[in-house]
C-alpha cells in the first residue's frame, strides 16, 4: 500500500508538471493540465523572456515525465524542488492568491516522495561512489532507450500538434505509454540474460 501511494504521489506530481509544461507549447494551448499559466510564453515574449519561457516548459516536460513514468522519479523530484520554488517565489512577488499554497502543497509531496529515497542522499553527500546492494538498479540500456524514445514521443507532439491535433495527443499519449512501459523492458531483458 505505501509503495502504490509513493508511485501515485509521483505519477500525481508527473502528471501535473507535465501536462503544465505541455500546454504552454502546444497550438492554442489545447493539452489536458490543472495548473498554469498556459499563456506564460506569450506573456513573456512581451518582456523578450519568450525563449525563457519555452525553456521553463521543456523543464516542466522532461521533470513531469521523469516522476509520472516513475522511472526517474528521484532524480525528477530532485529536479523539481527548485521548479516548485522558482514558481513559488514568482507567485509570492506577483501577490497571487491561492497558487502559493497550492505549490506550497505540491512541494510537501515531492520532500514526501523523496523523503522514501533518502538512503541515496548518504553517498551523495558523502561524495562516495561505494552504494549498497540493496539501492543498485536492475534498469537495463534498453529501457533507458524506451524511456527516451517515450519522451521524444512527447515533446515531437508539439510540433504535431500545429499540423494535426489529434495526431498530437495520440504521439503523446504513446509516447507516455512507453515511458511507463519502459520497466517491461527491463524485466525482459534481465530475464533473458
Same mark, same amino acid.
Given at each position: 500500500?505505501?509503495?502504490?501511494?509513493?508511485? =501515485? %504521489?509521483?505519477?500525481? $506530481?508527473?502528471?501535473?508538471?507535465?501536462?503544465?509544461?505541455? +500546454?504552454?507549447?502546444?497550438?492554442?494551448?489545447? @493539452?489536458?493540465?490543472?495548473?498554469?499559466?498556459?499563456?506564460?510564453?506569450?506573456?513573456?515574449?512581451?518582456?523578450?523572456?519568450?525563449?525563457?519561457?519555452?525553456?521553463?516548459?521543456?523543464?516542466?516536460?522532461?521533470?513531469?515525465?521523469?516522476?509520472?513514468?516513475?522511472?526517474?522519479?528521484?532524480?525528477?523530484?530532485?529536479?523539481?524542488?527548485?521548479?516548485?520554488?522558482?514558481?513559488?517565489?514568482?507567485?509570492?512577488?506577483?501577490?497571487?492568491? =491561492? %497558487?502559493?499554497?497550492? $505549490?506550497?502543497?505540491?512541494?510537501?509531496?515531492?520532500?514526501? +516522495?523523496?523523503?522514501?529515497?533518502?538512503?541515496? @542522499?548518504?553517498?551523495?553527500?558523502?561524495?562516495?561512489?561505494?552504494?549498497?546492494?540493496?539501492?543498485?538498479?536492475?534498469?537495463?540500456?534498453?529501457?533507458?532507450?524506451?524511456?527516451?524514445?517515450?519522451?521524444?514521443?512527447?515533446?515531437?507532439?508539439?510540433?504535431?500538434?500545429?499540423?494535426?491535433?489529434?495526431?498530437?495527443?495520440?504521439?503523446?499519449?504513446?509516447?507516455?505509454?512507453?515511458?511507463?512501459?519502459?520497466?517491461?523492458?527491463?524485466?525482459?531483458?534481465?530475464?533473458?540474460?
Amino acid at each position: 500500500m505505501k509503495k502504490f501511494f509513493i508511485q =501515485g %504521489t509521483s505519477a500525481f $506530481l508527473g502528471f501535473t508538471f507535465w501536462g503544465a509544461g505541455m +500546454v504552454k507549447l502546444y497550438n492554442g494551448h489545447n @493539452f489536458i493540465q490543472w495548473i498554469g499559466p498556459p499563456w506564460l510564453v506569450e506573456r513573456l515574449v512581451e518582456f523578450d523572456l519568450g525563449l525563457f519561457a519555452q525553456f521553463i516548459a521543456i523543464c516542466q516536460i522532461i521533470i513531469g515525465f521523469m516522476l509520472i513514468t516513475t522511472r526517474y522519479k528521484l532524480l525528477g523530484g530532485i529536479m523539481l524542488i527548485p521548479m516548485i520554488l522558482n514558481i513559488l517565489m514568482v507567485t509570492i512577488s506577483q501577490n497571487w492568491r =491561492g %497558487t502559493p499554497y497550492v $505549490l506550497t502543497g505540491l512541494l510537501a509531496m515531492n520532500i514526501f +516522495v523523496l523523503w522514501q529515497y533518502r538512503n541515496y @542522499f548518504k553517498p551523495i553527500l558523502n561524495e562516495s561512489t561505494d552504494f549498497p546492494k540493496s539501492i543498485q538498479s536492475s534498469k537495463t540500456w534498453i529501457g533507458h532507450l524506451v524511456w527516451l524514445s517515450g519522451l521524444g514521443l512527447c515533446l515531437a507532439s508539439i510540433w504535431v500538434s500545429y499540423q494535426n491535433l489529434v495526431a498530437a495527443f495520440v504521439m503523446a499519449g504513446l509516447g507516455l505509454l512507453t515511458g511507463i512501459l519502459s520497466f517491461k523492458t527491463d524485466q525482459h531483458f534481465t530475464q533473458t540474460h
